[in-house]
């Protein structure tokens, strides 16, 4: 194989990791985008949730820190079930004080 042979064919290859390198992290931020949007229309959903059920409880800070999806979407069952204020509220701070890691 020649000088220039060599060159091109380390340069295809070179250009063949990077558009790898391109298109695995184009295809991870379009995962963490989506995750993202989950977890904003959870949030979302628990609000409009607490707003009809326990008018004032929507707009608590804690709901903010939490955000993990499946804790998120938890918290709107408990939102929509419970019968008491005190319940939900109690759920949605212990939540926003939980590890995300530990759900």
Request: hydrophobic share 45%; net charge negative.
């Amino acid at each position: 194989m020649g000088l220039v042979e060599a060159i091109l064919e380390g340069s295809s290859l070179v250009r063949e990791v990077k558009e790898k390198a391109a298109k695995e992290a184009r295809e991870a931020g379009r995962a963490e985008g989506l995750e993202r949007g989950r977890t904003a229309e959870a949030r979302r959903s628990l609000r409009v949730a607490l707003k009809i059920r326990f008018p004032g409880s929507d707009e608590m800070p804690e709901i903010d820190a939490i955000s993990v999806v499946e804790e998120l979407e938890s918290l709107f069952e408990t939102a929509i079930t419970s019968m008491e204020r005190a319940v939900v509220e109690r759920a949605i701070a212990a939540a926003a004080h939980r590890p995300p890691s530990s759900v």
